[in-house]
């Protein structure tokens, strides 16, 4: 069983909508989420992160966790072209030398 | 800014055929890894090391082997290349443990390694 689960995809969505990425986790010793996006022919980069329950917004992005539901999402308002790419959620262990668990990603397209 | 450089982009190599994949960042990070991306499987750890000359095994680190030298330095190393290890590998980066804010993993652009 993997360990991270994302939404299957493809996800599209015209602009200016919102986006609604789910991703949900089975080992409940994790505590640090994070969201990475990754462009058709590059590297991952770190978009959020997020380590309590509740709502994290940075932007136009927003970042949810509860733990009791093992459930992390992310939500992109005022889609963009320019958003779409693949974004991967990740779970780590506090103090982990492992670092992260990545899910196997979400591909995202922002219709023009 | 973070840089974390890996040695080529693209490799084609024959069954059999050792394979070293070198990875350089530039950060004095304490911690890097070595992935493999694959479509639908995400990115799978192979191995890692949080010190010079300290490696652990992720998650499928059969057929591989790693080693780091020098701090800044780490290499993935296919003793004898098979087709299944076809993939793209990715090495990164961080300064910390994922609870921290230096624990943010800095990838490099990636080696697309085709065995034939």
């Known amino acids: 069983q993997k360990e991270v689960e994302q939404n299957s995809g493809p996800l599209s969505v015209p602009e200016g909508a919102i986006a609604s990425l789910n991703c949900t986790y089975s080992d409940r010793v994790s505590q640090s989420f994070f969201w990475y996006r990754q462009y058709s022919g590059k590297s991952p980069e770190l978009i959020m992160s997020?380590?309590?329950?509740g709502d994290k917004e940075d932007g136009r992005f927003t970042a949810q966790l509860n733990k009791a539901s093992q459930y992390v999402s992310l939500l992109i308002r005022d889609s963009q072209p320019s958003d779409s790419a693949t974004y991967l959620c990740a779970a780590g262990r506090s103090g982990s030398a492992r670092q992260l668990t990545f899910g196997s990603g979400t591909q995202l397209t922002v219709l023009p | 800014d973070v840089k974390v450089t890996q040695s080529s982009r693209y490799l084609v190599k024959r069954t059999g055929e050792k394979v070293f994949l070198e990875c350089v960042q530039d950060m004095d990070h304490e911690n890097m890894f070595w992935y493999r991306q694959d479509p639908g499987l995400g990115l799978r750890l192979i191995y890692f090391?949080?010190?010079?000359?300290?490696?652990e095994k992720g998650d499928i680190p059969e057929g591989y082997s790693v080693s780091r030298e020098k701090k800044e330095r780490f290499s993935l190393i296919l003793e004898s290349a098979s087709t299944n290890q076809t993939s793209m590998y990715l090495c990164?980066?961080?300064?910390?443990?994922?609870?921290?804010?230096?624990?943010?993993?800095?990838f490099g652009e990636g080696s697309r390694l085709t065995v034939l």
């Open positions: 090391s949080y010190d010079v000359k300290m490696k």
């Open positions: 997020i380590y309590s329950n």
């Open positions: 990164a980066s961080s300064g910390g443990w994922v609870d921290s804010n230096t624990g943010e993993l800095f």
